[in-house]
């Protein structure tokens, strides 16, 4: 009897009636780097997304961030790629570019849910490919400069009053440096992966540079000032080698005055920092320059070779949906502009809500992992000495040069 | 006395080679926000004990259960077809067996994580895949075999050819006197060189994190691995998780070694 | 039919034939992986056309541009350097704790148990206990130095170009001590003592004997040790990892570690590839010396 009716469901839906076809069971293969126990918010989504339509089942797997691309890269050669993915901002026009991704524009035409004018730019401009859109933002982050409101007063220094110019940073690093206690002035990261580019790039960005134009002279201005803060020991050596997390453990632990990260410390920092916490914009190269900030998060996309394009787009737009409650819930700070109610640590969201006017993409370009590798290696040869500040950005402006240009 | 003196230098040497297990120990039952205090505490003064909570939470009766399958399975391939061959190669001495050889060298150049790729794409093609497991144990034999016939190919060479001729005399087959003679006496190396082949099997993370998707078949190694994560603060639940992987191993090891080593310096070979 | 089985049960058929279970085991396996390695260094490959056969063949494009690297040389250096440093160490060191070992005294065996810890505990712990240890600012290690007052101020042992290097190293010889050792002391286990005995009588002292008696006869051991020992090192991947990843500016970066970062950092697989066929091309140097020592091997 059962059987008879499912049969004519699925007769009826042949028939036409596309509402009806959604008695059909789906299940859609999902990857994220979030995790379950966290809970993750492709868990929390897919859970309730799955009350709204309980024809759509879920296989959501894990993946560890430092091993995605490499999963990813492979799923899509051989076949075994998901049906929905979340990607880092900027591998996604790696992706999109040799058409792994579904073009989702058709399906953004008609929605109700998303219209593409709204997103901010920089988000909007990592799912955009030849105008083309390939994905949604689920949310995004960038950085600010957390400070120890209790270290500057104990310094003689007015802790309403954070440094807002570069030259501000360097004095204000260098009179909260105190190495009989263990303290430096800054934390930050400037290791010899992705988090140095994605910590650098605001800097070039803010001299008027971008991620294809690194040897400008505010961007070696810039590099040298990074390297006068190491050679001072103002920021401590092992900045060279540490991802942002670790660097700001020392901040929380109050081994560094200052710190240079973004809003996924603040669960965290508010366990573990017994002090008065102050946050401020990235600072600028003179007052009135242009504001630059990091962009990060990233996108949920759908696999071009996806059986289920409807049922993944209708997942797509119910996350997008959600991007009020993503501070709050998730500690990501909305893609487009939304009301949030009663925000967690409201200081600190205003800061990032502010910067994200500011936050540009890093690139957008197909080619994304070799530019930021240039520029890496940029940081770390002058942090190093192995080549002053302006030689090492010319060699990186060569190579990526040669990549751009390709 | 002067044994008392050796044993107080071993002891010393012991201490400050063991110095990273005990500072695993530590950790485990240090609690998180003391992990990283300076100068560190070499003591644990308010020790905290999750082992059942790791234990349960972390899923790891699941892991191990998947460890270890896979650590038997690949060294009962590994001694199944590498005693023979490390016999062969200490027996016959020919360019032919140098070239095999050679070519068992050259079969385990490249570390796992730039073979993963490649395997991951054949074993796709022909299947393999549905069989996670499975998959790792053959590779991972493959990756150790290696080791395993050069390791035991030393003990068979200690082995005077003599003994087996002897056999051979009184009517054994060649399969006889290699069975009867030549695996009883490098006994000890084939079990020392199969420990140490089981170890590293335990321990496989490269092959398992890649050809394994499934949670339910994945191996403690990578269990470790998800529960750490590239954002780790909980030091204290992961250096758990480490030890109730590593004490009972350890343990084991050395109530084996004793065995072991006992038989090795009453001499086999007398 | 049944002369061929007499010949494999009873002749040189046996041997020829326990000898090519294993190997067509290990060729079934393991010779794809190497050749499809080996074929990826002569095409352009991008990630996307990494499970097709058919690729563009680009001859020795890969390997000009990587000798044209400027991180090419130095990479090169710090592997030798790795290698080198790592192999004599342990085998000192391993040696050392062997002899020592055999030595008479209470709770012998159970100590040497206990060296094979760090072969039990899991790599990313490993790494995660070495990378304490040697932090510049709350490091154990640099606790230790300044209460002794060896070091005035502290040593950024990871971040620290000129010594990175030397800390990876470090931290591999702990790793490798104890399959140094327990290989050795199986070795030294199997020298009959009746000889030494013999030795002794003859007015040979310890140095002597050691020289004369225990070198030869534990020349296979040592051929097996030390060519599995370069393999092995060259293989060491997860300190890199976790400990400098190659950093700061490659100062700590090795072959094989330089070569997943090109393949899978930046995508770059082919060069990737070339790099590890340089490193297959090592290799074959270091067995074809291995399997050249087997000739002149002390027969028992």
């Known amino acids: ?406 | ?270 | 039919m049944s002369a061929l089985f007499r010949g494999l049960r009873d002749g040189h058929g046996f041997d020829a034939l326990l000898a090519l279970l294993a190997l067509v085991y290990l060729l079934t396996f393991s010779a794809f992986p190497l050749i499809y390695n080996i074929v990826m260094s002569f095409q352009e490959v991008d990630m996307f056309s990494m499970a097709d056969l058919v690729r563009p063949f680009v001859g020795l494009a890969n390997y000009k541009a990587l000798f044209a690297s400027p991180d090419f040389w130095p990479i090169l250096r710090n592997t030798a350097l790795f290698v080198l440093l790592s192999i004599v160490f342990q085998l000192a060191i391993g040696f050392g704790l062997a002899l020592f070992m055999q030595q008479d005294f209470p709770g012998a065996t159970y100590l040497r148990g206990l060296f094979l810890a760090a072969w039990i505990m899991p790599a990313l712990v490993v790494g995660a206990v070495w990378k304490w240890i040697f932090a510049g600012d709350f490091g154990v290690l640099n606790y230790f130095l300044s209460q002794l007052g060896l070091v005035g101020s502290k040593v950024f042992w990871l971040s620290d170009p000129a010594i990175s290097l030397y800390s990876v190293t470090i931290a591999n010889i702990w790793l490798g001590i104890p399959f140094n050792m327990i290989l050795l002391s199986v070795g030294l286990a199997g020298i009959p003592k009746d000889m030494y005995e013999a030795a002794a009588l003859d007015g040979a002292n310890a140095l002597q004997r050691f020289w004369h008696m225990t070198l030869p006869m534990m020349r296979s051991t040592l051929g097996a040790v030390i060519s599995l020992g370069i393999i092995f090192t060259l293989q060491q991947f997860d300190l890199f990892a976790s400990l400098t990843q190659g950093g700061p500016a490659n100062a700590s970066n090795v072959a094989q570690y330089w070569s997943w970062q090109l393949s899978f950092q930046t995508y770059d697989i082919a060069s990737g590839s070339a790099v590890s066929c340089l490193m297959l091309g090592f290799v074959i140097v270091v067995a074809v010396i291995y399997v050249r020592s087997t000739r002149h091997e002390h027969r028992a």
């Open chain 1, 1 to 406: 009897m059962r059987n008879m009716k499912r049969l004519l469901a699925g007769a009826l839906a042949l028939a036409g009636s596309t509402v009806l076809a959604s008695a059909e069971e789906v299940t859609l293969n999902v990857w994220t780097i979030d995790r379950e126990e966290d809970p993750g918010y492709m868990y929390v989504m897919a859970k309730e997304f799955q009350k709204l339509h309980p024809e759509v089942k879920f296989n959501i797997k894990h993946v560890e961030f430092a091993d995605w691309a490499n999963d990813i890269t492979r799923a899509v050669a051989t076949g075994t790629a998901p049906d929905v993915a979340y990607v880092d901002n900027p591998n996604t026009p790696f992706l999109s570019s040799k058409g792994a991704l579904l073009d989702i524009s058709p399906y953004i035409k008609d929605s109700k849910v998303v219209d593409p004018s709204k997103i901010f730019p920089g988000p909007l401009s990592t799912v955009t490919w030849d105008g083309k859109i390939y994905g949604l933002p689920r949310g995004s982050n960038t950085i600010a400069l957390y400070y120890n409101k209790d270290m500057f007063k104990a310094a003689g220094l007015d802790p309403d009053k954070p440094p807002q110019t570069w030259d501000e940073l360097y004095e204000t690093a260098k009179k909260l440096t105190d190495p009989s206690k263990n303290v430096y002035g800054l934390a930050f990261s400037a290791n010899a992966n992705e988090e140095g580019t994605f910590q650098f790039l605001p800097w070039i960005q803010s001299a008027g540079g971008n991620f294809d134009k690194v040897n400008g002279p505010g961007a070696v201005k810039a590099l040298e000032l990074w390297q006068k803060i190491i050679d001072e020991k103002l920021a401590s050596p092992d900045t060279l080698i540490r991802g942002q997390y670790d660097s700001f453990a020392t901040f929380n632990a109050q081994n560094a005055a200052m710190a240079i990260s973004g809003p996924w410390e603040l669960p965290r920092m508010s366990k573990d920092a017994k002090f008065d916490v102050g946050i401020a914009l990235l600072p600028v190269p003179e007052l009135g320059a242009k504001r630059a900030s990091a962009l990060g998060e990233g996108n949920n996309v759908i696999f071009a070779k996806t059986k289920h394009p409807k049922e993944a787009y209708e997942y797509l737009e119910y996350m997008y949906s959600q991007m009020p409650r993503v501070w709050n819930e998730f500690g990501f700070v909305p893609s487009y502009p939304v009301e949030v109610k009663d925000p967690k640590w409201p200081a600190e969201y205003a800061v990032f809500v502010e910067s994200m006017k500011y936050a540009a993409a890093r690139g957008p370009s197909p080619d994304w992992a070799k530019i930021s590798k240039a520029i890496s290696t940029a940081i770390q040869q002058a942090l190093t000495h192995q080549a002053d500040a302006q030689t090492a950005l010319n060699t990186a402006q060569t190579t990526i040069e040669g990549i751009v240009s390709k």
């Open chain 2, 1 to 270: 006395m002067k044994r008392y003196a050796l044993l107080a230098l071993a002891l010393i040497f012991l201490a400050i080679y063991l110095f990273p297990l005990y500072w695993m120990y530590l950790t485990a039952l240090k609690p998180s926000s003391e992990t990283f205090t300076y100068p560190p505490t070499f003591w644990p003064h308010h020790p905290e004990w999750n082992f059942a909570k790791v234990f349960v939470d972390k899923k790891m009766a699941t892991y191990l259960s998947n460890s270890l399958l896979i650590a038997i399975g690949t060294t009962v391939i590994v001694a199944l077809f590498g005693t023979g061959c490390a016999y062969a190669l200490s027996r016959v001495r020919s360019v032919w067996m140098d070239i095999v050889l050679f070519l068992i060298l050259m079969m385990q150049v490249l570390p796992s994580s730039l073979m993963a790729t490649p395997i991951f794409v054949i074993f796709n093609q022909i299947g393999l895949i549905a069989t996670p497991r499975t998959a790792v144990v053959l590779v991972q034999a493959a990756k150790v075999l290696p080791l395993y016939i050069v390791l035991t190919r030393t003990s068979f060479m200690q082995i005077p050819k003599e003994l087996e001729e002897a056999a051979r005399v009184d009517g054994a087959s060649r399969f006889g006197a290699f069975m009867r003679i030549a695996v009883p006496l490098a006994r000890n190396g084939i079990l020392v060189t199969s420990v140490l082949i089981f170890l590293q099997s335990f321990g496989e993370y490269v092959y398992s994190r890649s050809l394994i998707s499934e949670e339910a078949l994945q191996t403690a190694t990578v269990g470790l691995m998800n529960f750490m994560g590239p954002n780790t603060t909980d030091w204290n639940g992961i250096m758990t998780y480490a030890v109730i992987y590593v004490t009972p191993i350890l343990f084991v090891f050395v109530l084996l070694q004793r065995k072991i080593v006992s038989g090795l310096t009453a001499g086999a070979l007398k």
